[in-house]
C-alpha cells in the first residue's frame, strides 16, 4: 500500500516509479492511496495497481488517520506500506501500520544541502536527488527495487483516443502543427508574466505555419484570460474553457507536437505522454530534482543570474524584487525556442 497525497505535481511524479513497480514485480498488488480528485489521472494503470481515492476532510484529527488506517487495512490486508508523503497525515497512518506488525518504509526528504543550492550566496551548484529518485529509494528500502519499465502512459510513440477530446477539436489533419502553450504556475517565481505570454502566442501564430495553438490553465481567472485569448487569435483554442478531464486532456497532450510550460504541473503530465517540452525556469532550476520525465536538457529556457535558483519551489519572495530571472527572458526569444524544438 502507497500513500500518496500531497501536491498535484508531486503526485504525478509518482507514476513512472509507481508503474514501474507494477511492472518489476508482477507477483505482487499495489495499492494506491491519493486524494479522490486526481484518481483518474492513472490512465491505463497495470494490472495489478488498484488506485484508491480518500477525502482527507472525513479523516480530521488526530483520530482521523488511525480510523482512515483501519478502514483500509480491513478492505485490503496490506502486507507493508510506502508513505511517499511523510506529513502529518501519513506519518500517522504509517505508525498505526507499524504498530501493527507491517514493514514500512518513508520516502527521504530533500536533503539538507538544498539550502546550499538555494542561498541568495556562497551557492553550491550541484544537482540534488530527483524526487523520482527518492521515490524509487522509498520502494527499494521496503524490498522492492524498481528499474523503469515505464515507456508513458499511452507505450512508447503512443497517443490517446482523439474521440476524448472532440468536444474542443478535431482530430490533427495532415500538415497541422499542434503546439501547447501552459503559462501558469502556482507560483509567481515559476510564471512568466501573462502579458509578455501572449507576445509569445501572437508570435507562434503568425510565424509558425498551419499551427492550431491550445492554451491550458485551471483557476478562475486563468480560464477567463485564455477564453479572450481564444476570442482574441483565430489559431488558438482553449482546452481550459471546457473543464476536460483528466483522460481527455492526457489524449490531447499525447497529440501536441511541442509544449511551452513553466516548472509545473503541465511539464508533468505532458512528459507523461512523451510530449517534448521547452520549459521556462524562474526561481527554481532543474538542479532542484524536479525536472519533466525524460525531457531533454536542451529544451530548458533560463537565464543565468548568480540568485538562481532561490528556492526549491518557487514559492520565495524575490530577493531583487523584480523576478528579473522571468521578466527579462524575450518573447522573441521564447517564441524561437519553440520553433527550434519543432524541428528537432
Not at 488498484?50 to 490486508?77: A, C, M, Q, S
Not at 502579458?195 to 508570435?203: D, F, N
Not at 485564455?226 to 490531447?252: H, I
Amino acid at each position: 500500500m502507497v500513500f500518496k497525497f500531497r501536491e498535484f505535481t508531486d503526485v504525478v511524479m509518482t507514476i513512472p516509479v509507481l508503474y514501474s513497480a507494477c511492472k518489476c514485480h508482477k507477483g505482487h498488488e499495489f495499492v494506491l492511496v491519493t486524494r479522490e480528485s486526481l484518481v483518474e489521472l492513472f490512465v491505463n494503470q497495470p494490472d495489478n495497481l488498484t488506485v484508491v481515492g480518500v477525502n482527507l476532510e472525513n479523516y480530521h484529527g488526530i483520530n482521523g488517520p488511525r480510523r482512515l488506517w483501519r478502514e483500509l487495512k480491513d478492505k485490503f490486508d496490506p502486507s507493508s506500506v510506502i508513505d511517499l508523503d511523510v506529513d502529518i497525515t501519513t506519518r500517522l497512518v504509517t505508525l498505526n501500520a507499524r504498530m501493527s506488525g507491517l514493514k514500512t518504509s518513508t520516502v527521504t526528504p530533500p536533503q539538507r544541502n538544498a539550502r546550499q543550492l538555494t542561498r541568495e550566496t556562497n551557492k553550491v551548484m550541484l544537482p540534488l536527488v530527483s524526487a523520482r529518485a527518492r521515490y524509487r529509494e522509498a520502494f527499494f528500502r521496503a524490498g522492492l527495487p524498481v528499474q523503469e519499465r515505464f515507456e508513458g502512459l499511452y507505450g512508447h510513440g503512443g497517443h490517446g483516443d482523439e474521440r476524448l477530446f472532440a468536444a474542443v477539436s478535431e482530430p490533427k489533419k495532415p500538415g497541422e502543427v499542434w503546439i501547447g502553450i501552459a503559462p501558469f504556475a502556482k507560483h509567481r517565481g515559476k510564471s512568466y508574466p501573462t502579458e509578455l505570454v501572449e507576445e509569445v502566442v501572437a508570435i507562434i501564430g503568425s510565424e509558425v505555419g498551419n499551427a492550431k495553438v491550445f492554451l491550458f490553465g485551471g483557476g478562475e481567472e486563468e480560464r477567463r484570460i485564455l477564453a479572450d485569448w481564444d476570442a482574441k487569435y483565430p489559431f488558438a483554442v482553449s482546452p481550459a474553457v471546457a473543464r476536460m478531464g483528466f483522460p481527455a486532456e492526457l489524449s490531447l497532450l499525447s497529440h501536441i507536437d511541442v509544449m511551452l510550460t513553466m516548472d509545473s504541473a503541465n511539464m508533468h503530465l505532458a512528459s507523461l505522454v512523451g510530449t517534448k517540452c521547452v520549459t521556462m525556469w524562474g526561481a527554481t532550476h532543474p538542479y532542484c530534482g524536479y525536472k519533466g520525465w525524460h525531457q531533454a536538457e536542451s529544451l530548458n529556457l533560463s537565464l543565468p543570474m548568480p540568485c538562481r535558483p532561490c528556492s526549491l519551489y518557487g514559492d520565495k519572495p524575490c530577493h531583487r524584487g523584480d523576478y528579473h530571472c522571468l521578466t527579462a527572458i524575450k518573447p522573441r526569444v521564447v517564441a524561437d525556442k519553440v520553433k527550434i524544438a519543432l524541428t528537432d
